[in-house]
């Protein structure tokens, strides 16, 4: 399996010649769900979620899918019949080959005065990689080999992200939702996540690729 990093909290997976995309937001490239065999969604947040990426992905390929909570569902259904599916926790599919098991309820709390919204993550091909969305989801009884690892946010702080590195305890750790992260802090981030999250860490440009398994 390949990872390729794109901007932000979107990232493709490539596998036996198909491709699996997760989160094509905002943020990401307008081509980030281009050629995608399949496209997962955590919630509907605009980083995440980005109806013309979206869109551009689904009529690049008119066999692709899109496998995502209701809330995302629902505005998609009517333009894609039949090619978008809804999914909760506990679900599991094969999407582009790859066996995908759904974790997670709720978005993590922004602000008490803010309504929660719904979140869910993926646990791909049982525990190769992990993208919890906007949430510090630990996908229980699984072990994880790579942790996408959601490192700045307005919900989160550097001791959050530390402490979820260790509770989930991955192989290693690669940094996602990182856009508004300025290019001075990062040294600052890495520095406390390679120190104390007891595991492998490391963050790549968008567009980089790395190896799994």
Not at 178 to 204: F, V
């Amino acid at each position: 399996m390949e990872l390729t990093k794109k901007t932000h909290a979107c990232v493709r997976l490539e596998k036996d010649g198909r491709a699996l995309v997760i989160d094509p937001g905002v943020f990401s490239e307008a081509d980030a769900a281009v050629g995608a065999d399949a496209i997962l969604v955590t919630h509907e947040h605009m980083d995440h979620f980005n109806e013309e990426r979206l869109r551009a992905g689904m009529e690049a390929n008119p066999a692709a899918e899109i496998w995502t909570l209701a809330s995302v569902a629902e505005q998609l259904s009517a333009a894609f019949p039949g090619r978008v599916h809804t999914v909760g926790e506990g679900d599991t599919f094969t999407a582009a080959g790859f066996e995908v098991e759904v974790h997670g309820q709720l978005h993590a709390v922004i602000h008490p005065d803010i309504p929660r919204i719904t979140n869910v993550g993926y646990l791909i091909d049982g525990g190769a990689v992990f993208h919890p969305g906007d949430a510090l989801t630990v996908p229980e009884g699984r072990s994880v080999d790579t942790l996408l690892l959601p490192v700045h946010a307005p919900w989160n702080k550097v001791a959050e992200i530390i402490d979820y590195v260790r509770e989930v305890a991955p192989q290693r750790a690669i940094d996602i939702h990182d856009s508004l992260l300025q290019d001075h802090a990062r040294p600052i981030y890495d520095s406390m996540i390679d120190k104390l999250g007891g595991t492998d860490h490391g963050r790549l440009a968008p567009g980089a690729r790395a190896a799994l398994g």
